[in-house]
Nanobody, 121 residues
Framework: QVQLVESGGGLVQPGGSLRLSCAASGSIFNIYSMGWYRQAPGKQRELVAVITSGGITNYADSVKGRFTISRDNAKNTVYLQMNSLKPEDTAVYYC???????????????WGQGTQVTVSS
């Protein structure tokens, strides 16, 4: 079993900052990538940012220059530093990991339960 536990969501005013964390635990042999997705009410889940074990990153255009994803491979943890937050960033943020649980297994995708981020004055 693999668990992804997110923390750091909350309510913040426009222009403010939040830092999300997600720790993966359980049967983990190798993590290829970890990332963050978000889903606003009435909208589809969308990619926010992803980082590979080698440090390659990819961001949604809407967050480039404002959000920074980073990763601690030793702790199987991914972070999302969110600055200059806007009301349109309001959503449930989900942690995502693509990993192999044992040697020879295929890579599988796992999701956290989500953390609410609300940007409002």
């Amino acid at each position: 079993q693999v668990q992804l536990v997110e923390s750091g969501g909350g309510l913040v005013q426009p222009g403010g900052s939040l830092r999300l964390s997600c720790a993966a635990s359980g049967s983990i042999f190798n993590i290829y990538s970890m990332g963050w997705y978000r889903q606003a009410p009435g909208k589809q889940r969308e990619l926010v940012a992803v980082i590979t074990s080698g440090g390659i990153t990819n961001y949604a255009d809407s967050v480039k220059g404002r959000f920074t994803i980073s990763r601690d491979n030793a702790k199987n943890t991914v972070y999302l530093q969110m600055n200059s937050l806007k009301p349109e960033d309001t959503a449930v943020y989900y942690c995502n990991a693509r990993l192999m649980s044992a040697p020879g297994d295929s890579y599988r995708t796992y999701w956290g339960q989500g953390t609410q981020v609300t940007v409002s004055s």
